[in-house]
Structure formats: C-alpha cells, structure tokens
C-alpha cells in the first residue's frame, strides 16, 4: 500500500513540474489533462502528506515519553493518545481514496422508470418514482429534461425517460437501477386489501460518440406520424423517430418533440445510452463469474427496495436498511438512502483492496 502511496505522490509531483514548462503549456489539450489528473491525484496526496506528518509527530512524542522529567512523559503520552488516533483515521481515509474511481461517476444520466406487475397501481407507483426523483433533481440544482413519456390514462405513468444533467449525477443515482416494490391500499379497493405492485428503474450513464460509436449501416430509421396531445402536427406530420439497432434488436422511439431532427436526436442519446449499459453489464457479469461472494450482481432483475405505505417503512433489501421516513422520501429527501447504499457498496470495495493488499504483502514476503 506504501509503495503505491509513494508512486502516486511522485506522479503528483511529476506532473506539477510539467505544468510550469513551457511545452505542455503551449499544447491546451495535454495541459488541460494534465491538469484534471492532478486534481484527482491531490486529495490523495495531501492526506498521504498529513498522514506521515502524523507520522513524525508520533516518533517525536515517544522520545518525550520515555525522558526522566515525569511532567514531560504525562504530556507526551496525552499527545500520543490523540495522534494514534489521528493516525489511524487518515489511514482508514487513505485505503478509502485508493478504492477505484467509477469512471461515469461524473456522467450525466438517462433516467427510465417504468410500470410493472400491478396494473394501475403500478402506474401511478411509476408516477410518484418519477415525481420522487424529480424533487430530488430539483434539491440538487440538476437539470432534468423529458425524453419520452406514456401515460396510463388513469394519472399514472406506464415508461418515462428523462435525461438528467449536473454534478456527479452518476455517483448519486447509479444504485438506484432495480424492481422498486410498493405495498398498500389502492384507492379503488373497497375492502382495504393491502395490493404489491412493482415499477422498474434504470439509470444509464449518458454515452457520448466517442464512448460509443453507432454506425449509420447498422440503424433503421423510421418515421411516423406522432400520437397523443400536441396541436396540429399530430397525425400531419411524419415527425416521430422510431431507431432500430440492428445488431442487437434494441428499439427507440420518439415523439415528443414537432421536429423530427429533434426527436432523431433525443432517440440517439436513449439508444447510446442503452449500448453503453449493455457493455457495462457484460463487464459487471464477467466481474461477478469471477467474485462469487460479491453482493449483488448488478442486475436490473433484483428487487431492490420496499415501500410500505401502511406502516409508513421503507426497506432497502440489499443492505437490510429500513426507515419510516416514507412521505418525506417520496417528496424526494432521498439522500439518506442513496448515502446508506453508497456507504455499504463503497466498505465493499474497500475491503477488497484491504484483501488485494494484504495478498500482495503475502506473496512479497521471502
């Protein structure tokens, strides 16, 4: 782990001498990544810094602990006391730091939740998910902007799609992808029967060209006339966009826009979108085949929460964390669930880099 530490500190140092030549200066596309990866690099080394400044403070301490001058030895292990402790915060701080950055942390997201098993009551669970989320986008200053919606006709939501832009959007929603299950009274039931109805989510990093490339040859494009409220275009014009992908069947349609140039675009951002998740799947399942004891796969499939209108509970299965904060979470104050699973996932990944560590400290050894 030192020996990383040392590496990574030198690189820090490495490019901050770069920076202040005049090559890299002169070439803006090389100094801005310059630039990016010293950002990323100086949380780690700055603690790494303070941790061996701790260090040398412990070493100082215990020379005074073990003088003759009785008063001295007292304050010198009171001192001792609080830099052990210190020390091992910034050292539990450092092995969280190593722990791999998710590369679309930063992304923006495309955003679907769709109705399941439950008929209406699925659709309006669908509706108050998209309403939830949507609070929460507006607490976070995101930006969110409707792709496509299907209203069920009874003031549900049978699929919506937003995209959804700003700071770290990725990092905060990616555990959000999954079955959300539902338990309550519907008000259509006259002999107060509890119904469970199930709405999926997914979110899907938003995928840029350059993360994937759609080839012309491998899309079918059709065109039709647009559906539902819209003025007079609707059934006049042919500018609804249905992309087929080829290659792997995935089919997107859109509508919502008057103009087909539009609505094309839009469907091409769902459709990347889409092809990057399946990449990203087949990376997390060739992970999973090999780490047999990691929780979760990652699938969509799993039924990942609870929401208990009744006695007012909300159960997160993965991570067995449960809170009657119910009303305020579908106002959308979310955040303490997102940081619980965060937090549980993130001790995840740490423990495995405490693992990987301590077997390369193993096999290291003569």
């Known amino acids: 782990m030192f020996d990383k530490l040392n590496s990574v500190e030198a690189r820090y140092e490495e490019l901050m001498a770069r920076l202040g030549t005049a090559e890299l200066q002169a070439d803006a596309a090389e100094y801005r990544k310059a630039a990016k990866t010293l950002s990323e690099l100086e949380p780690l080394v700055r603690q790494f810094r303070l941790y061996k400044t701790v260090l040398q403070g412990i070493e100082g301490a215990q020379e005074l602990a073990s003088g003759a001058d009785a008063e001295m030895r007292a304050l010198a292990e009171e001192e001792l006391t609080a830099l ?47 309403r939830m989320y949507s609070r929460f986008a507006e607490r976070q200053r995101w930006r969110l902007d409707l792709l496509s919606s299907s209203d069920s006709g009874a003031g549900g939501l049978k699929e919506v799609i937003v995209s959804i832009e700003g700071q770290g959007v990725y ?171 965060s937090s549980h996932y993130n001790a995840e990944k740490l423990r495995e880099v405490t693992m990987s560590d301590a077997q390369e400290a193993e096999s290291a050894r003569p």
């Not at 555990?175 to 709405?199: C, D, K």
């Open 84 to 130: 052990r402790e210190q020390r091992d915060a910034l050292m539990h701080d450092l092995k969280v730091l190593l722990v791999p950055k998710d590369p679309n942390d930063e992304k923006n997201v495309i955003l679907e939740i769709r109705a399941g098993t439950g008929g209406d009551e699925a659709a309006l669970f669908a509706a108050e998910l998209f």
């Open 171 to 341: 990092s905060r929603l990616k555990y959000e992808s999954g079955v959300h299950r539902v338990q309550r009274v519907p008000a259509t039931e006259a002999s107060g029967r509890i119904h469970t109805s199930t709405a999926t989510v997914a979110v899907l990093p938003e995928a840029e060209e350059v993360d994937i490339q759609v080839n012309e040859k491998d899309l079918r494009v059709d065109t039709f006339c647009s559906s539902g409220p819209g003025g007079q275009s609707v059934n006049t014009t042919y500018s609804a966009v249905r992309l087929t992908h080829l290659p792997t069947g995935l089919v997107v349609s859109q509508q919502d826009e008057k103009s087909q140039i539009k609505n094309r675009a839009k469907a091409m951002k769902v459709l990347r979108a889409r092809l990057y998740e399946m990449e990203l799947q087949k990376q997390q399942e060739a992970i999973a085949r090999e780490r047999r004891g990691q929780v979760g796969t990652g699938e969509r499939s799993e039924k990942i929460r609870t929401y208990n209108f009744p006695q007012s509970r909300i159960t997160d299965h993965r991570i067995n964390f449960t809170t009657h904060r119910l009303s305020d979470v579908m106002e959308g104050d979310i955040a303490e669930l997102l940081d619980q699973v």
